[in-house]
Protein backbone atom coordinates (compact mmCIF):
# COMPACT_ATOMS: atom_id res chain seq x y z
CA UNK A 1 0.00 0.00 0.00
CA UNK A 2 0.82 3.64 -0.07
CA UNK A 3 1.60 5.64 3.14
CA UNK A 4 3.24 8.45 4.34
CA UNK A 5 4.41 9.00 8.15
CA UNK A 6 5.01 12.08 9.92
CA UNK A 7 4.69 13.25 13.54
CA UNK A 8 1.53 14.26 14.73
CA UNK A 9 2.72 17.14 16.95
CA UNK A 10 5.65 18.89 17.92
CA UNK A 11 6.65 22.03 20.11
CA UNK A 12 9.47 24.17 19.41
CA UNK A 13 11.07 27.34 21.22
CA UNK A 14 10.72 30.69 19.52
CA UNK A 15 14.39 31.52 17.30
CA UNK A 16 15.14 27.67 17.09
CA UNK A 17 15.73 25.56 14.50
CA UNK A 18 12.48 22.33 13.81
CA UNK A 19 13.07 19.43 11.68
CA UNK A 20 10.28 17.41 10.91
CA UNK A 21 10.38 14.36 9.09
CA UNK A 22 8.24 11.95 7.32
CA UNK A 23 8.78 8.73 5.66
CA UNK A 24 7.47 7.52 2.62
CA UNK A 25 6.42 4.24 0.80
CA UNK A 26 4.50 4.83 -2.49
CA UNK A 27 3.94 3.47 -6.23
CA UNK A 28 6.40 5.09 -8.31
CA UNK A 29 7.71 9.06 -7.21
CA UNK A 30 7.28 12.22 -8.62
CA UNK A 31 8.76 14.69 -6.29
CA UNK A 32 7.96 15.10 -2.77
CA UNK A 33 6.18 18.71 -1.85
CA UNK A 34 5.78 20.20 1.94
CA UNK A 35 2.92 22.71 2.45
CA UNK A 36 2.04 24.77 5.14
CA UNK A 37 -1.33 24.59 6.86
CA UNK A 38 -2.57 27.45 9.14
CA UNK A 39 -6.37 26.71 11.02
CA UNK A 40 -8.69 27.16 9.10
CA UNK A 41 -6.86 28.22 5.88
CA UNK A 42 -5.87 26.41 2.69
CA UNK A 43 -2.78 24.72 2.60
CA UNK A 44 0.24 26.74 0.87
CA UNK A 45 3.00 25.21 -0.66
CA UNK A 46 6.52 25.54 0.65
CA UNK A 47 9.28 23.43 -0.86
CA UNK A 48 9.59 20.52 -4.02
CA UNK A 49 12.40 17.93 -3.90
CA UNK A 50 12.26 15.34 -6.42
CA UNK A 51 16.10 14.70 -6.61
CA UNK A 52 18.26 13.85 -3.33
CA UNK A 53 19.61 16.41 -1.10
CA UNK A 54 19.51 19.64 0.30
CA UNK A 55 17.00 22.44 -0.92
CA UNK A 56 16.94 25.80 0.61
CA UNK A 57 14.74 28.58 0.46
CA UNK A 58 15.19 30.99 3.30
CA UNK A 59 14.28 30.19 6.58
CA UNK A 60 13.07 27.26 5.31
CA UNK A 61 15.01 23.50 3.62
CA UNK A 62 13.73 20.78 2.53
CA UNK A 63 16.04 17.29 2.42
CA UNK A 64 14.95 14.06 0.43
CA UNK A 65 17.02 10.82 0.51
CA UNK A 66 14.81 8.66 -2.59
CA UNK A 67 16.89 5.16 -1.55
CA UNK A 68 15.59 5.70 1.89
CA UNK A 69 12.05 7.45 1.41
CA UNK A 70 12.59 9.84 3.56
CA UNK A 71 12.26 13.41 3.87
CA UNK A 72 12.75 16.34 6.11
CA UNK A 73 11.61 20.22 6.89
CA UNK A 74 13.79 22.58 8.34
CA UNK A 75 12.47 25.50 10.03
CA UNK A 76 15.52 27.80 11.00
CA UNK A 77 14.46 31.12 13.50
CA UNK A 78 11.34 30.19 14.38
CA UNK A 79 8.73 32.62 14.97
CA UNK A 80 5.61 32.52 16.43
CA UNK A 81 3.20 32.52 13.21
CA UNK A 82 5.22 29.49 12.16
CA UNK A 83 2.62 27.49 14.61
CA UNK A 84 0.47 25.75 11.96
CA UNK A 85 0.02 21.61 10.23
CA UNK A 86 3.24 20.89 8.35
CA UNK A 87 2.36 18.34 5.48
CA UNK A 88 4.63 16.08 3.61
CA UNK A 89 3.12 14.91 0.29
CA UNK A 90 4.07 12.81 -2.89
CA UNK A 91 3.45 12.72 -5.98
CA UNK A 92 3.00 9.43 -6.54
CA UNK A 93 2.33 7.32 -9.85
CA UNK A 94 -0.80 7.56 -11.95
CA UNK A 95 -1.43 11.24 -11.64
CA UNK A 96 -2.19 10.80 -7.82
CA UNK A 97 -0.10 12.64 -4.78
CA UNK A 98 -0.67 11.22 -1.30
CA UNK A 99 -0.69 13.36 1.66
CA UNK A 100 -0.01 12.38 5.40
CA UNK A 101 -1.65 13.59 7.89
CA UNK A 102 0.25 16.48 9.16
CA UNK A 103 2.91 18.06 11.97
CA UNK A 104 1.32 20.35 14.12
CA UNK A 105 3.98 22.60 15.03
CA UNK A 106 3.74 24.69 17.73
CA UNK A 107 6.02 27.78 18.68
CA UNK A 108 6.05 28.54 22.36
CA UNK A 109 7.51 32.37 23.02
CA UNK B 1 -4.61 36.62 -10.74
CA UNK B 2 -7.29 35.08 -9.19
CA UNK B 3 -6.61 32.23 -7.03
CA UNK B 4 -8.37 28.77 -6.91
CA UNK B 5 -12.51 29.27 -6.39
CA UNK B 6 -14.85 27.17 -4.27
CA UNK B 7 -18.44 27.47 -4.06
CA UNK B 8 -20.33 27.58 -1.80
CA UNK B 9 -17.69 27.93 1.35
CA UNK B 10 -20.68 26.53 4.17
CA UNK B 11 -22.76 23.53 3.57
CA UNK B 12 -25.32 22.09 5.52
CA UNK B 13 -27.31 18.77 4.37
CA UNK B 14 -29.37 16.16 5.86
CA UNK B 15 -28.74 12.51 5.68
CA UNK B 16 -29.67 10.85 2.45
CA UNK B 17 -29.26 14.52 0.16
CA UNK B 18 -26.94 14.61 -2.58
CA UNK B 19 -24.91 17.88 -2.89
CA UNK B 20 -22.60 19.40 -5.80
CA UNK B 21 -19.46 21.32 -4.68
CA UNK B 22 -17.74 23.84 -7.68
CA UNK B 23 -14.18 24.36 -8.33
CA UNK B 24 -12.83 27.20 -10.41
CA UNK B 25 -9.16 26.94 -11.14
CA UNK B 26 -6.66 29.16 -11.64
CA UNK B 27 -6.47 30.87 -14.96
CA UNK B 28 -4.36 28.30 -17.55
CA UNK B 29 -4.35 25.60 -14.83
CA UNK B 30 -5.83 22.32 -16.39
CA UNK B 31 -5.40 20.04 -13.62
CA UNK B 32 -7.56 19.77 -10.95
CA UNK B 33 -7.60 17.48 -7.89
CA UNK B 34 -9.83 16.88 -5.08
CA UNK B 35 -9.74 15.87 -1.23
CA UNK B 36 -11.49 15.35 1.66
CA UNK B 37 -9.72 16.64 4.77
CA UNK B 38 -10.80 15.75 8.05
CA UNK B 39 -9.16 15.88 11.63
CA UNK B 40 -8.11 12.61 12.12
CA UNK B 41 -7.30 11.45 8.53
CA UNK B 42 -5.68 14.49 6.94
CA UNK B 43 -6.22 15.23 3.39
CA UNK B 44 -7.58 12.11 1.40
CA UNK B 45 -7.14 12.15 -2.20
CA UNK B 46 -10.73 11.67 -3.77
CA UNK B 47 -10.03 12.38 -7.58
CA UNK B 48 -7.63 14.30 -10.67
CA UNK B 49 -8.89 15.73 -13.53
CA UNK B 50 -6.72 16.77 -16.85
CA UNK B 51 -8.59 18.39 -19.92
CA UNK B 52 -12.04 17.31 -18.92
CA UNK B 53 -10.84 13.51 -18.42
CA UNK B 54 -10.55 11.37 -14.81
CA UNK B 55 -6.74 10.61 -14.35
CA UNK B 56 -7.16 8.64 -11.02
CA UNK B 57 -9.76 8.41 -8.45
CA UNK B 58 -8.95 7.45 -4.54
CA UNK B 59 -10.52 4.94 -2.54
CA UNK B 60 -13.98 6.36 -2.11
CA UNK B 61 -17.54 4.86 -2.63
CA UNK B 62 -19.50 5.30 -5.72
CA UNK B 63 -21.29 7.89 -4.41
CA UNK B 64 -18.77 10.19 -4.68
CA UNK B 65 -18.05 11.81 -8.36
CA UNK B 66 -16.99 14.37 -10.21
CA UNK B 67 -16.54 16.01 -13.33
CA UNK B 68 -14.43 18.48 -15.43
CA UNK B 69 -15.71 21.24 -17.89
CA UNK B 70 -14.17 22.35 -21.02
CA UNK B 71 -13.02 25.66 -19.39
CA UNK B 72 -11.30 23.32 -16.58
CA UNK B 73 -14.21 24.37 -14.11
CA UNK B 74 -14.76 20.75 -11.75
CA UNK B 75 -17.70 19.65 -9.96
CA UNK B 76 -17.59 16.96 -7.09
CA UNK B 77 -21.08 15.41 -6.72
CA UNK B 78 -21.94 13.56 -3.32
CA UNK B 79 -24.84 11.22 -3.38
CA UNK B 80 -27.24 9.52 -0.24
CA UNK B 81 -25.07 11.75 2.33
CA UNK B 82 -23.95 9.88 5.46
CA UNK B 83 -22.97 12.09 8.63
CA UNK B 84 -19.30 10.42 7.83
CA UNK B 85 -19.14 12.65 4.63
CA UNK B 86 -18.96 15.68 7.19
CA UNK B 87 -15.23 17.19 6.11
CA UNK B 88 -13.95 19.80 4.45
CA UNK B 89 -13.65 19.42 0.65
CA UNK B 90 -11.11 21.22 -1.05
CA UNK B 91 -9.66 21.76 -4.73
CA UNK B 92 -6.28 22.07 -6.04
CA UNK B 93 -5.04 23.03 -9.76
CA UNK B 94 -1.62 22.54 -10.69
CA UNK B 95 -0.07 24.45 -13.98
CA UNK B 96 2.31 21.14 -15.04
CA UNK B 97 2.53 17.66 -14.58
CA UNK B 98 4.29 17.56 -11.17
CA UNK B 99 4.18 20.98 -10.20
CA UNK B 100 2.53 22.62 -6.80
CA UNK B 101 -1.28 22.52 -6.03
CA UNK B 102 -2.64 25.81 -5.31
CA UNK B 103 -5.63 25.09 -3.06
CA UNK B 104 -9.05 26.43 -2.49
CA UNK B 105 -10.06 27.88 0.63
CA UNK B 106 -12.48 24.53 0.52
CA UNK B 107 -16.34 23.87 1.06
CA UNK B 108 -17.26 22.97 4.87
CA UNK B 109 -19.67 20.52 4.69
CA UNK B 110 -21.59 19.36 7.72
CA UNK B 111 -24.14 16.70 7.31
CA UNK B 112 -26.99 16.29 9.98
Known amino acids: GQNIDQPTEMTATEGAIVQINCTYQ??????LFWYQQHAGEAPTFLSY????GLEEKGRFSSFLSRSKGYSYLLLKELQMKDSASYLC??????????FGAGTRLFVKA | KAGVTQTPRYLIKTRGQQVTLSCSPI?????VSWYQQTPGQGLQFLFE???????NKGNFPGRFSGRQFSNSRSEMNVSTLELGDSALYLC???????????FGQGTRLTVV
Open chain 2, 49 to 55: YFSETQR
Open chain 1, 26 to 31: TSGFNG
Open chain 1, 89 to 98: AVRSGGFKTI
Open chain 2, 92 to 102: ASRAGENTEAF
Open chain 2, 27 to 31: SGHRS
Open chain 1, 49 to 52: NVLD
